[in-house]
């Protein structure tokens, strides 16, 4: 997505979620800083990822959960095509 991500993942329990998502997030910001060298200029104090993120377990609706994320891009173009904003005036020329 343009301004999250979405990831479904298995951790082995002897690893504990903040020490993955810590990881995570570090390496991929230098491997980010490492291929797109003008986003040091952007993010120049290297703090590319929000300090925050969101786990929940899967349990029994790991199908539900990868059909989401597959389709949540879809979801995103379709509801950006939408639009309440009226480009052409329908009343035009109808009133005097």
Request: hydrophobic residues 35%; aromatic residues 12%.
């Amino acid at each position: 997505m343009p301004d999250h991500i979405h990831l479904l993942v298995d951790i082995p329990p002897r690893i504990s979620v903040s020490n993955f998502m810590g990881y995570l997030k570090g390496k991929s910001s230098l491997m980010i800083f490492e291929h797109h060298a003008n986003l040091k200029y952007k993010f120049g104090s290297k703090t590319f990822w929000a300090t925050g993120y969101y786990v929940s377990t899967v349990g029994l609706n790991e199908a539900t959960i990868r059909k989401y994320i597959r389709e949540q891009e879809n979801e995103d173009i379709m509801k950006d095509k939408l639009t309440k904003k009226e480009f052409v005036n329908p009343f035009k020329g109808l009133l005097k």
